[in-house]
Protein backbone atom coordinates (compact mmCIF):
# COMPACT_ATOMS: atom_id res chain seq x y z
CA UNK A 1 0.00 0.00 0.00
CA UNK A 2 1.31 3.35 -0.75
CA UNK A 3 0.37 6.23 1.62
CA UNK A 4 0.36 9.93 1.68
CA UNK A 5 0.30 12.55 4.07
CA UNK A 6 -3.65 13.98 4.92
CA UNK A 7 -2.67 17.85 4.86
CA UNK A 8 -1.09 19.36 8.00
CA UNK A 9 -2.74 16.24 10.20
CA UNK A 10 0.42 14.76 10.90
CA UNK A 11 -1.60 10.91 9.40
CA UNK A 12 -0.54 9.07 6.47
CA UNK A 13 -3.89 7.89 4.76
CA UNK A 14 -3.59 5.14 2.12
CA UNK A 15 -4.22 6.02 -1.72
CA UNK A 16 -7.28 3.41 -1.82
CA UNK A 17 -9.61 4.46 1.21
CA UNK A 18 -13.11 2.25 1.66
CA UNK A 19 -16.40 4.00 0.99
CA UNK A 20 -19.44 2.08 3.08
CA UNK A 21 -21.75 3.61 0.16
CA UNK A 22 -22.38 0.83 -1.67
CA UNK A 23 -22.62 -2.40 -0.06
CA UNK A 24 -24.22 -4.80 -2.08
CA UNK A 25 -26.13 -6.25 0.69
CA UNK A 26 -25.79 -4.42 3.62
CA UNK A 27 -28.14 -6.49 5.69
CA UNK A 28 -25.10 -9.23 5.52
CA UNK A 29 -22.67 -7.85 8.18
CA UNK A 30 -20.73 -11.06 8.05
CA UNK A 31 -19.89 -10.32 4.52
CA UNK A 32 -19.62 -6.54 4.79
CA UNK A 33 -17.50 -6.99 7.91
CA UNK A 34 -15.11 -9.13 5.98
CA UNK A 35 -14.49 -6.97 3.10
CA UNK A 36 -13.54 -4.36 6.10
CA UNK A 37 -10.96 -6.78 7.10
CA UNK A 38 -9.86 -7.60 3.38
CA UNK A 39 -9.25 -4.17 2.56
CA UNK A 40 -7.67 -3.57 5.68
CA UNK A 41 -5.16 -6.17 5.64
CA UNK A 42 -4.04 -5.01 2.17
CA UNK A 43 -3.03 -1.81 3.76
CA UNK A 44 -6.40 0.15 3.58
CA UNK A 45 -6.21 2.88 6.47
CA UNK A 46 -9.30 4.93 5.78
CA UNK A 47 -12.93 3.89 6.39
CA UNK A 48 -15.77 6.46 5.54
CA UNK A 49 -19.19 6.24 5.82
CA UNK A 50 -22.25 8.85 6.82
CA UNK A 51 -25.30 8.25 8.77
CA UNK A 52 -27.64 8.37 5.40
CA UNK A 53 -25.51 5.56 3.72
CA UNK A 54 -28.45 2.68 3.73
CA UNK A 55 -30.43 4.65 7.07
CA UNK A 56 -27.79 4.50 9.56
CA UNK A 57 -26.57 0.72 9.02
CA UNK A 58 -23.55 1.83 7.12
CA UNK A 59 -22.42 3.13 10.12
CA UNK A 60 -23.87 0.12 12.20
CA UNK A 61 -21.97 -2.14 10.04
CA UNK A 62 -18.90 0.07 10.19
CA UNK A 63 -18.67 -0.19 14.03
CA UNK A 64 -18.95 -4.01 13.99
CA UNK A 65 -15.93 -3.84 11.32
CA UNK A 66 -13.74 -1.78 13.71
CA UNK A 67 -14.20 -4.08 16.42
CA UNK A 68 -13.00 -6.50 14.31
CA UNK A 69 -9.97 -4.41 13.09
CA UNK A 70 -9.18 -3.68 16.34
CA UNK A 71 -8.70 -7.37 17.39
CA UNK A 72 -6.59 -8.39 14.46
CA UNK A 73 -4.05 -5.42 15.40
CA UNK A 74 -4.67 -4.01 11.82
CA UNK A 75 -4.73 0.16 12.24
CA UNK A 76 -7.45 2.31 10.82
CA UNK A 77 -9.01 6.31 10.30
CA UNK A 78 -12.85 6.68 10.84
CA UNK A 79 -14.60 9.46 8.59
CA UNK A 80 -18.23 10.28 8.60
CA UNK A 81 -20.16 13.20 8.54
CA UNK A 82 -23.30 15.25 9.64
CA UNK A 83 -26.26 17.48 8.11
CA UNK A 84 -26.78 19.16 11.25
CA UNK A 85 -25.36 22.43 12.03
CA UNK A 86 -26.70 23.36 15.45
CA UNK A 87 -24.89 22.37 18.83
CA UNK A 88 -27.63 20.59 20.15
CA UNK A 89 -28.49 18.68 17.00
CA UNK A 90 -24.81 18.04 16.45
CA UNK A 91 -24.26 16.94 19.56
CA UNK A 92 -27.18 14.37 19.25
CA UNK A 93 -25.91 13.19 15.98
CA UNK A 94 -22.33 12.51 17.23
CA UNK A 95 -23.55 11.22 20.44
CA UNK A 96 -25.33 7.93 18.48
CA UNK A 97 -22.89 7.71 15.81
CA UNK A 98 -20.22 7.27 18.44
CA UNK A 99 -21.98 4.76 19.60
CA UNK A 100 -22.60 3.08 16.32
CA UNK A 101 -18.99 3.12 15.29
CA UNK A 102 -17.84 1.67 18.71
CA UNK A 103 -15.46 4.69 19.01
CA UNK A 104 -14.23 7.48 21.52
CA UNK A 105 -13.67 9.70 19.02
CA UNK A 106 -14.24 10.30 15.47
CA UNK A 107 -10.83 10.92 13.01
CA UNK A 108 -11.95 12.60 10.50
CA UNK A 109 -15.83 14.51 10.92
CA UNK A 110 -17.14 16.21 7.52
CA UNK A 111 -19.64 19.27 7.42
CA UNK A 112 -21.11 17.00 5.07
CA UNK A 113 -22.72 17.71 1.71
CA UNK A 114 -22.10 21.70 0.96
CA UNK A 115 -24.00 22.01 -1.83
CA UNK A 116 -24.31 25.83 -2.55
CA UNK A 117 -22.77 28.85 -0.24
CA UNK A 118 -25.87 29.81 0.74
CA UNK A 119 -26.52 26.84 2.73
CA UNK A 120 -22.93 26.88 4.17
CA UNK A 121 -23.67 30.28 5.37
CA UNK A 122 -26.51 29.12 7.02
CA UNK A 123 -24.93 26.60 8.77
CA UNK A 124 -22.37 28.98 9.72
CA UNK A 125 -24.82 30.97 11.59
CA UNK A 126 -26.44 27.92 13.16
CA UNK A 127 -23.00 27.58 14.70
CA UNK A 128 -21.54 24.91 13.08
CA UNK A 129 -17.78 25.78 12.77
CA UNK A 130 -18.13 27.15 16.90
CA UNK A 131 -19.49 23.61 17.24
CA UNK A 132 -16.96 21.42 15.44
CA UNK A 133 -14.05 23.62 17.57
CA UNK A 134 -15.71 23.00 20.81
CA UNK A 135 -15.62 18.87 19.47
CA UNK A 136 -12.22 18.89 18.91
CA UNK A 137 -11.16 20.50 22.21
CA UNK A 138 -13.03 17.85 23.81
CA UNK A 139 -11.26 15.38 21.50
CA UNK A 140 -14.54 13.81 20.31
CA UNK A 141 -13.44 14.40 16.78
CA UNK A 142 -9.72 15.02 15.56
CA UNK A 143 -10.04 16.72 12.39
CA UNK A 144 -12.95 19.06 10.73
CA UNK A 145 -13.05 18.43 6.96
CA UNK A 146 -15.89 19.11 4.69
CA UNK A 147 -18.08 17.21 2.23
CA UNK A 148 -18.94 19.32 -0.94
CA UNK A 149 -20.87 19.18 -4.54
CA UNK A 150 -19.33 22.90 -5.14
CA UNK A 151 -17.39 23.42 -8.09
CA UNK A 152 -15.15 25.98 -9.54
CA UNK A 153 -14.21 29.25 -7.72
CA UNK A 154 -17.36 28.68 -4.95
CA UNK A 155 -15.49 25.07 -3.84
CA UNK A 156 -12.15 27.35 -3.55
CA UNK A 157 -14.72 29.60 -1.50
CA UNK A 158 -15.02 27.17 0.79
CA UNK A 159 -12.12 25.65 1.35
CA UNK A 160 -10.63 29.32 2.46
CA UNK A 161 -12.66 28.57 5.57
CA UNK A 162 -9.60 28.26 8.42
CA UNK A 163 -11.12 25.56 10.14
CA UNK A 164 -11.17 22.44 7.55
CA UNK A 165 -8.01 20.44 7.85
CA UNK A 166 -9.39 18.48 4.62
CA UNK A 167 -12.36 18.06 2.13
CA UNK A 168 -13.87 15.12 0.16
CA UNK A 169 -15.64 15.82 -3.35
CA UNK A 170 -16.32 13.69 -6.10
CA UNK A 171 -13.82 14.28 -8.57
CA UNK A 172 -12.75 11.25 -11.44
CA UNK A 173 -10.75 10.65 -14.82
CA UNK A 174 -14.48 11.42 -16.18
CA UNK A 175 -15.28 14.52 -14.81
CA UNK A 176 -12.12 16.36 -12.80
CA UNK A 177 -12.17 19.82 -14.86
CA UNK A 178 -15.50 20.20 -12.85
CA UNK A 179 -12.94 20.86 -9.52
CA UNK A 180 -9.34 21.36 -10.62
CA UNK A 181 -9.91 24.90 -9.24
CA UNK A 182 -10.01 23.28 -5.83
CA UNK A 183 -6.25 22.24 -6.00
CA UNK A 184 -5.71 25.30 -5.74
CA UNK A 185 -6.64 26.05 -2.41
CA UNK A 186 -5.45 22.59 -1.02
CA UNK A 187 -2.46 23.36 -1.99
CA UNK A 188 -2.03 27.01 -0.55
CA UNK A 189 -3.48 25.44 2.53
CA UNK A 190 -1.85 22.16 2.53
CA UNK A 191 -5.34 20.61 3.07
CA UNK A 192 -5.66 16.84 2.97
CA UNK A 193 -8.21 15.99 -0.05
CA UNK A 194 -10.33 12.59 -0.28
CA UNK A 195 -12.21 11.91 -3.42
CA UNK A 196 -14.81 10.17 -4.25
CA UNK A 197 -16.44 8.46 -6.96
CA UNK A 198 -13.18 7.60 -8.56
CA UNK A 199 -15.26 5.74 -11.36
CA UNK A 200 -17.26 8.40 -12.41
CA UNK A 201 -19.97 7.13 -10.34
CA UNK A 202 -19.89 3.60 -12.60
CA UNK A 203 -19.72 5.67 -15.85
CA UNK A 204 -15.90 4.56 -16.25
CA UNK A 205 -16.72 0.46 -15.80
CA UNK A 206 -20.01 0.53 -17.98
CA UNK A 207 -18.01 2.45 -20.90
CA UNK A 208 -15.08 0.32 -21.38
CA UNK A 209 -14.91 1.29 -25.24
CA UNK A 210 -15.06 5.13 -24.62
CA UNK A 211 -12.66 5.50 -22.07
CA UNK A 212 -10.10 3.14 -23.22
CA UNK A 213 -8.23 6.26 -23.55
CA UNK A 214 -7.27 6.55 -19.88
CA UNK A 215 -5.16 3.23 -20.25
CA UNK A 216 -1.38 3.23 -20.03
CA UNK A 217 -0.94 -0.06 -20.79
CA UNK A 218 -2.90 -2.83 -22.99
CA UNK A 219 -3.24 -5.57 -20.40
CA UNK A 220 -5.26 -3.13 -17.80
CA UNK A 221 -8.77 -2.33 -16.85
CA UNK A 222 -10.38 0.73 -17.19
CA UNK A 223 -11.42 0.81 -13.83
CA UNK A 224 -7.27 0.15 -12.74
CA UNK A 225 -6.63 3.03 -15.08
CA UNK A 226 -8.97 5.13 -13.32
CA UNK A 227 -7.51 4.90 -9.81
CA UNK A 228 -4.06 5.21 -11.34
CA UNK A 229 -4.94 8.91 -12.58
CA UNK A 230 -5.78 9.79 -9.47
CA UNK A 231 -3.47 7.71 -7.42
CA UNK A 232 -0.51 9.77 -9.73
CA UNK A 233 -2.35 13.11 -8.56
CA UNK A 234 0.19 15.00 -6.09
CA UNK A 235 -2.87 16.36 -4.27
CA UNK A 236 -5.06 13.71 -3.75
CA UNK A 237 -4.49 11.67 -0.89
CA UNK A 238 -7.11 8.88 -0.82
CA UNK A 239 -9.38 7.82 -3.70
CA UNK A 240 -12.56 6.65 -1.72
CA UNK A 241 -14.32 3.53 -3.99
CA UNK A 242 -17.66 2.37 -2.60
CA UNK A 243 -17.19 -1.41 -2.59
CA UNK A 244 -19.96 -3.70 -3.56
CA UNK A 245 -18.58 -7.10 -2.82
CA UNK A 246 -15.49 -8.75 -2.20
CA UNK A 247 -14.44 -9.25 -5.94
CA UNK A 248 -14.46 -5.20 -5.81
CA UNK A 249 -12.52 -4.66 -3.02
CA UNK A 250 -9.52 -7.28 -4.14
CA UNK A 251 -9.56 -5.59 -7.74
CA UNK A 252 -8.97 -2.86 -5.77
CA UNK A 253 -6.42 -3.76 -4.37
CA UNK A 254 -4.86 -5.34 -7.24
CA UNK A 255 -4.93 -1.90 -9.12
CA UNK A 256 -2.62 -0.06 -6.19
CA UNK A 257 -0.33 -3.15 -6.29
CA UNK A 258 -0.12 -2.50 -10.20
CA UNK A 259 1.02 1.32 -9.32
CA UNK A 260 4.54 2.21 -9.99
CA UNK A 261 3.24 5.56 -10.89
CA UNK A 262 2.36 7.55 -14.23
CA UNK A 263 4.54 9.33 -16.40
CA UNK A 264 3.43 13.09 -16.54
CA UNK A 265 2.94 12.76 -20.43
CA UNK A 266 0.15 10.16 -20.14
CA UNK A 267 -1.64 12.42 -17.72
CA UNK A 268 -1.58 14.94 -20.12
CA UNK A 269 -2.68 13.05 -22.76
CA UNK A 270 -5.59 11.96 -20.59
CA UNK A 271 -6.04 15.36 -20.16
CA UNK A 272 -6.13 15.88 -24.16
CA UNK A 273 -8.04 12.92 -25.03
CA UNK A 274 -10.79 13.79 -22.96
CA UNK A 275 -11.61 16.76 -24.78
CA UNK A 276 -11.05 14.62 -28.11
CA UNK A 277 -13.27 11.57 -26.65
CA UNK A 278 -15.97 13.99 -25.21
CA UNK A 279 -16.71 16.42 -27.47
CA UNK A 280 -20.75 16.57 -27.45
CA UNK A 281 -20.37 16.09 -24.08
CA UNK A 282 -20.16 18.96 -21.20
CA UNK A 283 -16.42 19.24 -19.96
CA UNK A 284 -17.77 21.58 -16.04
CA UNK A 285 -15.54 23.85 -17.65
CA UNK A 286 -17.97 26.14 -16.14
CA UNK A 287 -18.09 28.97 -18.69
CA UNK A 288 -22.16 29.10 -18.97
CA UNK A 289 -22.03 29.23 -15.35
CA UNK A 290 -24.41 32.78 -15.32
CA UNK A 291 -27.11 32.06 -16.34
CA UNK A 292 -30.03 35.32 -15.69
CA UNK A 293 -32.35 32.63 -14.16
CA UNK A 294 -29.73 31.10 -11.82
CA UNK A 295 -30.48 27.53 -13.23
CA UNK A 296 -27.63 25.68 -12.69
CA UNK A 297 -26.55 25.07 -16.15
CA UNK A 298 -23.12 23.01 -15.93
CA UNK A 299 -25.00 20.55 -13.39
CA UNK A 300 -27.89 20.31 -15.54
CA UNK A 301 -25.30 19.23 -18.54
CA UNK A 302 -23.37 17.16 -16.06
CA UNK A 303 -26.28 14.64 -15.43
CA UNK A 304 -27.39 15.03 -18.86
CA UNK A 305 -23.89 13.59 -19.73
CA UNK A 306 -25.20 10.70 -17.60
CA UNK A 307 -28.07 9.79 -19.50
CA UNK A 308 -26.33 10.26 -22.68
CA UNK A 309 -23.58 7.79 -21.55
CA UNK A 310 -25.92 5.32 -20.18
CA UNK A 311 -28.78 5.17 -22.73
CA UNK A 312 -31.21 6.01 -19.47
CA UNK A 313 -33.00 8.71 -18.47
CA UNK A 314 -32.45 7.08 -14.97
CA UNK A 315 -28.95 7.79 -14.81
CA UNK A 316 -29.83 11.59 -15.18
CA UNK A 317 -32.36 11.55 -12.69
CA UNK A 318 -30.38 9.71 -10.16
CA UNK A 319 -27.41 11.63 -10.98
CA UNK A 320 -29.81 14.94 -10.20
CA UNK A 321 -31.11 13.88 -7.34
CA UNK A 322 -28.13 11.88 -5.20
CA UNK A 323 -25.28 13.92 -6.40
CA UNK A 324 -26.74 17.63 -7.31
CA UNK A 325 -29.77 17.25 -5.27
CA UNK A 326 -31.75 19.29 -7.93
CA UNK A 327 -34.81 18.73 -8.97
CA UNK A 328 -35.09 18.17 -13.09
CA UNK A 329 -37.92 20.66 -13.00
CA UNK A 330 -35.25 23.08 -12.51
CA UNK A 331 -34.39 23.10 -16.28
CA UNK A 332 -37.75 24.14 -17.09
CA UNK A 333 -37.28 27.54 -15.99
CA UNK A 334 -35.22 28.36 -18.94
CA UNK A 335 -36.07 31.36 -20.92
CA UNK A 336 -34.14 30.38 -24.08
CA UNK A 337 -31.84 33.30 -23.81
CA UNK A 338 -29.32 31.77 -25.24
CA UNK A 339 -26.99 33.02 -23.20
CA UNK A 340 -25.46 29.64 -21.71
CA UNK A 341 -24.95 28.67 -25.34
CA UNK A 342 -22.66 31.48 -26.39
CA UNK A 343 -20.25 30.68 -23.58
CA UNK A 344 -20.33 26.77 -24.10
CA UNK A 345 -16.66 26.15 -24.80
CA UNK A 346 -18.23 22.70 -26.46
CA UNK A 347 -20.72 24.58 -28.69
CA UNK A 348 -23.80 22.56 -26.85
CA UNK A 349 -27.09 22.42 -27.73
CA UNK A 350 -27.70 23.65 -23.90
CA UNK A 351 -31.25 25.08 -24.15
CA UNK A 352 -32.56 21.24 -26.32
CA UNK A 353 -31.10 19.49 -23.36
CA UNK A 354 -32.49 21.27 -20.91
CA UNK A 355 -36.11 21.05 -22.29
CA UNK A 356 -34.95 16.71 -22.70
CA UNK A 357 -34.01 17.29 -18.83
CA UNK A 358 -37.31 19.17 -17.80
CA UNK A 359 -39.12 16.36 -19.87
CA UNK A 360 -37.79 13.68 -17.07
CA UNK A 361 -39.73 15.44 -14.20
CA UNK A 362 -42.33 13.47 -13.21
CA UNK A 363 -45.61 14.51 -13.99
CA UNK A 364 -47.97 16.51 -10.77
S1 LIG B 1 -30.73 29.85 -22.23
FE1 LIG B 1 -31.81 29.25 -20.39
S2 LIG B 1 -30.27 28.24 -19.12
FE2 LIG B 1 -29.19 29.36 -20.72
S3 LIG B 1 -28.68 31.29 -19.76
FE3 LIG B 1 -30.63 31.58 -20.81
S4 LIG B 1 -32.20 31.14 -19.30
FE4 LIG B 1 -30.26 30.35 -18.51
S1 LIG C 1 -19.79 25.80 -21.00
FE1 LIG C 1 -20.56 23.96 -22.01
S2 LIG C 1 -19.04 22.41 -21.52
FE2 LIG C 1 -18.68 24.09 -20.10
S3 LIG C 1 -19.92 23.57 -18.29
FE3 LIG C 1 -21.21 24.81 -19.62
S4 LIG C 1 -22.36 23.31 -20.84
FE4 LIG C 1 -20.60 22.26 -19.96
Redesign the pocket.
Known amino acids: MIYKPYGTTGKKCSVLGFGGMRFKDIDDQDICVQMMVEAAKGGVNYFDTAPGYFGVKSETVFGAGFKELRGLGLPFYSATKTFASTETAIRKEIEAQLKRLGLEAIDFYHVWCIIDLKTWEERKKNGVITTFRKLKEEGLIKHICVSSHLIGDQIKELLNEEVFEGVLFGYSAYNFSIREKAFETISQRNLGCVVMNPLGGGIIPQNPEIFDFIKYRKDQSVVEAALHFLFSHERITTALVGFGNLTEVREALHAVKTYTGVDEAHIRRIRDSFREAFLDLCTGCQYCDH???K?P?PKLMDAYNHYKLQGKKEAALDRLKWHWNIPPSEAGR????????EACTQHLP??KR?KEIAALAPSK
Open positions: CPEIVCTECGQCEIIL
